[in-house]
């Protein structure tokens, strides 16, 4: 059983549970302290993880590809937002933690929908240069996060030295608090429940596709903010993994794995389980099996101190389960950070993490996911576990279980 609290979604008064006046402050110190250490006057973000994570905004999954809103944070200043229309409006109404004034209406184009000759990201950029400027980091370089290209060629026009911000936020976004833990934990609990509404569901004449339609709503009714994706794949498509969802039919005897994206207050889960449909072969046992050996294996080394490297190196070969390269077999035998974003840091997977390791220390949160075709050349075995690092090892906070090969409505 999971030691970290995923306690009720409600504020109450009798427990003490998130408390998102120190989560906004401790983000904003990170990201300040990150920006400080670095070599950059100022970070221009428009990753929407990151300006949730410096200015607590957020307007929905809708501004998750439009590149619409963007924030400015400054050496010893507070940050400024410029958002999509009325919502700025709306943050000043209810946002009082972003200073008066720092809550602005912008707009740069919605990915060049609108003709560069309106002039929009030319007097976006100019705003700019006036507020660093008066920050007195003009000269010093600037860190962007990601954005279009008319953005960057505009910036490097008037003059500034553009840099990769990325990395510093990043840097910052790596050590979980108590409150993103337990945003985190909450969401993986979420996702424990939809298992066992699937396990129910998953019976011969069942869609993929409807499997996912069930499992949404119950994450919608249950208080996900965003369900990002469900990979839903059976039968012959396990072999290999397709990253996606049909319409196809399950069928008896079907091996069925399902990975489920979607976050609580923002904060995401990455959670794959795989089941067997009625009855199981002992190919699709033997594949399990060694599924779940090598994602114990890494479980049992992480503690601070340890490199992603040698958690990499527990994990076979691309070559040893059927592909030509690393590259070929990338997200397999994977391990990733989960915070705000799907993927943050340590990223572990023998593709990068052989001669670029990172150190483990506590406080990270990160999925590790494991990948074993069938010798029937079509099944396969998925399983990821979500793990928090403590300071003598780590604890898993993903609960539906997963030691054997589950078989839903069995014969």
Not at 54 to 71: F, H, N, P
Request: some cysteine; charged content about 25%.
């Amino acid at each position: 059983m999971s030691l970290t609290p995923s306690p009720g979604r409600m504020a109450v008064d009798f427990e003490e549970r998130v408390s998102f006046d120190r989560l906004r402050e401790y983000r904003l110190a990170r990201a300040r302290a990150a920006l400080e250490a670095s070599e950059l006057g100022a970070l221009l973000l428009f990753d929407i993880n990151n300006i949730r994570y410096t200015t607590s905004t957020m307007i929905g999954e809708w501004a998750r590809d439009k590149v619409a809103r963007y924030t400015l944070l400054m050496r010893g200043q507070e940050p400024i937002v410029w958002d999509f229309g009325s919502a700025a409006k709306h943050h000043e109404i209810y946002a009082p933690w972003l200073r008066p004034g720092n809550s602005r209406a912008g707009m740069l184009g919605l990915r060049g929908a609108v003709h560069p000759d309106a002039g929009l990201v030319r007097s976006a950029v100019a705003e700019l240069v006036d507020e660093l400027t008066r920050a007195g980091v003009r000269d010093m370089p600037l860190g962007v996060d990601i954005a279009e290209l008319p953005m960057v060629l505009e910036l490097q026009r008037v003059g500034l030295d553009v840099r990769d911000g990325q990395q510093v936020m990043l840097d910052a976004r790596k050590i979980k608090s108590r409150d993103e833990i337990a945003l985190l934990t909450t969401a993986a609990a979420m996702v424990d429940g939809v298992y066992q509404t699937l396990t129910e569901a998953l019976k011969p004449g069942i869609r993929e596709n409807e499997l996912v339609a069930i499992a949404n709503k119950q994450l919608y009714d249950m208080g996900s903010d965003d369900v990002e994706a469900i990979n839903a794949v059976s039968g012959e498509r396990c072999n290999p993994h397709p990253h996606n969802f049909t319409d196809r039919l399950i069928r008896p005897g079907d091996q069925a794995f399902f990975d489920i994206i979607q976050s609580y207050m923002g904060y995401r889960t990455c959670y794959y389980r795989t089941f067997v449909v009625g009855r199981s072969t002992p190919s699709q046992v033997d594949a399990y099996v060694k599924a779940r050996e090598w994602i114990d294996a890494a479980i049992d080394v992480i503690r601070p101190g340890v490199t992603t490297d040698q958690v990499a190196r527990l994990w076979p070969r691309a070559e040893e389960f059927g592909f030509a390269s690393e590259m070929a077999a990338f997200g397999l035998q994977f391990g990733h950070g989960l915070g705000l974003g799907l993927h943050e840091r340590p990223i572990i997977s023998r593709l990068v993490s052989l001669e670029n390791p990172m150190e483990i220390k506590e406080g990270m949160v990160f999925a590790l996911e494991t990948y074993c075709p069938a010798s029937d050349g079509f099944s396969a075995a998925r399983i990821e576990e979500e793990v928090v690092v403590t300071a003598d090892g780590c604890e898993v906070i993903t609960l539906f279980p997963a030691q054997e090969l589950f078989v839903t409505n069995p014969y």
